[in-house]
């Protein structure tokens, strides 16, 4: 269902950690005559490195179609910091509330390694739009 509806994606790789997201427009929670424009994303966090890894922080850069920059960091993601082995993946879905039609995010992930090492995990930008039939 997600692809059928899905109007923006990304995918980057950061030392061994690889992040995929797909992003949809909720129209049954949306309010354009209000300016109210909703979006879900499902984020897909795998270890395709050799080293087990540990999500602290998130940090997003939300961005509308006006160019208003909404910065959002905070602990884990969803009340999870989870810790991936080599192979495991983490999967969970969230959303956001754009004033326009339009706009665009990314992000990074702290991520720490056994070690005490840490790596900023790259959120490649995705678009947030309506569909083409909806606009």
């Known amino acids: 269902m997600w692809h059928r509806f899905c109007v923006g994606s990304s995918n980057a790789t950061t030392d061994g950690i690889r992040v995929t997201v797909e992003a949809q427009y909720v129209a049954e929670?949306?309010?354009p005559l209000a300016h109210r424009y909703v979006f879900a994303y499902r984020v897909r966090i795998e270890n395709e490195g050799r080293e087990?890894?540990?999500l602290r922080t998130r940090h997003w850069i939300?961005?509308?179609a006006t160019g208003h920059v909404e910065e959002v960091r905070g602990p884990g993601v969803v009340g999870h910091q989870?810790?991936?082995?080599?192979g495991e993946h983490f999967e969970y879905t969230s959303?956001?509330?754009l004033r326009t039609p339009r706009g665009e995010m990314r992000g990074t992930?702290?991520?720490f390694r056994s070690n005490g090492a840490m790596f900023d995990a790259t959120i490649a930008p995705f678009s947030l739009e309506l569909p083409m039939t909806l606009n």
């Open 95 to 97: 959303g956001c509330v």
């Open 62 to 64: 939300i961005t509308d």
């Open 52 to 54: 087990p890894a540990q």
């Open 82 to 86: 989870p810790r991936l082995e080599p």
């Open 29 to 31: 929670q949306s309010a």
């Open 109 to 111: 992930y702290q991520m």
